[in-house]
C-alpha cells in the first residue's frame, strides 16, 4: 500500500552527476527513471522538480561576475535540460510523462498551470515541471515548494545523496546525529541547511510536510512510500 497518494519529487540536479562535478550520468539517471517507475506502477501520483547545479547554478554565477538575473535565467533553462533527461529515461521505461515549463518555450514543453498538471496525473501521467517559478531570484527548493503546494501533494520528497537530516553537515561533522523527524520551527532556529528559507516558510505555512532521504540508493523511494522509516520527516 502506498503511504501518500500525490507526492512532490525534488530531485538534486548534482546528484544527476553521480559524484562528477558536470554533467548527466546515464546510469543515475536510468536509476531514478526505475526507482520513480516503481512507484507509479503503485499507482501514486507524481509531480518532479529537478534541480539544474549539475550544469549552471544563477547565485554562483553573479558571483563570478554574471548578471544576477541572467545567471538565474541560466540556471532555469539548466532545469529545463534535466528535465528532458528525465522525462527519456522515463520514457525509456514506458511511463508516460509531460515535461511542463514555467517560461513559455513550446514545443520543449507545455506551460504550466496548475489545473493541467493535476489532470495529467489523475490520467496517470508523471509531470516534470521545469524552469522553476519563472523568476529570477528563486531557487528550485522555492520551486518545488511552491509546486508541492499548488498540485496539492500530500508530501514533499526530497531526496538527496544524504539520509535525513542531522545536526551538522554529516560529511563535514562526523559527529552529526540524526533527527527522524523536526519541526519547521526547530529547522529554524537551529538554521539547518535542509531548503532554503523561503521554501520552508512556504512549507510551513501551507501544511505540506518534508521528508527527506537519500534517493541516491536504489530502492529508497519505494520505502519511503511503503512507510519505512529511511529518511526525516519535517513538520509543522
Same mark, same amino acid.
Request: proline residues 2%; negative net charge.
Given at each position: 500500500? #502506498?503511504?501518500? /497518494?500525490?507526492?512532490?519529487l ?7 552527476? #553521480? ?28 509531480g ?25 535565467q541560466?540556471?532555469?533553462?539548466a ?26 518555450? $513550446?514545443?520543449?514543453?507545455?506551460? &504550466? ?23 529570477? &531570484?528563486?531557487? +528550485?527548493?522555492?520551486?518545488s ?6 498540485? $496539492? ?6 531526496? +538527496? ?27 529554524? #532556529? ?13 512549507c ?11 534517493m ?6 519505494? /520505502? ?13
Amino acid at each position: 500500500m #502506498a503511504r501518500f /497518494k500525490r507526492i512532490l519529487l525534488k530531485l538534486s540536479g548534482e546528484s544527476l552527476a #553521480a559524484g562528477g562535478k558536470f554533467g548527466i550520468d546515464a546510469e543515475r539517471l536510468s536509476d531514478y527513471a526505475r526507482q520513480i517507475k516503481e512507484i507509479h506502477d503503485m499507482g501514486v501520483e507524481i509531480g518532479i522538480v529537478i534541480g539544474g547545479g549539475n550544469i549552471f547554478r544563477g547565485l554562483s554565477g553573479a558571483q563570478k561576475g554574471f548578471d544576477r538575473v541572467k545567471g538565474d535565467q541560466m540556471g532555469m533553462m539548466a532545469t529545463v535540460i534535466n528535465s528532458l533527461a528525465l522525462s527519456s529515461g522515463l520514457d525509456a521505461v514506458g511511463v508516460k510523462n509531460k515535461v511542463l515549463t514555467a517560461i513559455r518555450m $513550446e514545443p520543449v514543453g507545455e506551460f &504550466y498551470s496548475k489545473w493541467k498538471a493535476i489532470d495529467y496525473m489523475q490520467q496517470g501521467y508523471v509531470c516534470i515541471f521545469s524552469a522553476g517559478t519563472g523568476s529570477p &531570484y528563486f531557487t +528550485t527548493d522555492t520551486g518545488s515548494s511552491l509546486r508541492g503546494v499548488e498540485i $496539492e501533494a500530500d508530501v514533499m520528497l526530497k531526496g +538527496t545523496r544524504v539520509d535525513g537530516v542531522y545536526t551538522a553537515d554529516p560529511e563535514k561533522d562526523p559527529t552529526a546525529t540524526k533527527f527522524s523527524d523536526i519541526t519547521y520551527s526547530e529547522v529554524l #532556529a537551529r538554521n539547518l541547511k535542509v531548503m532554503d528559507l523561503s521554501a520552508i516558510v512556504m512549507c510551513n505555512d501551507n501544511h505540506l510536510p518534508i521528508y527527506v532521504f537519500n534517493m541516491d540508493i536504489v530502492g529508497n523511494l519505494k /520505502k519511503v512510500i511503503e512507510g519505512e522509516d529511511i529518511g526525516t520527516l519535517v513538520h509543522a
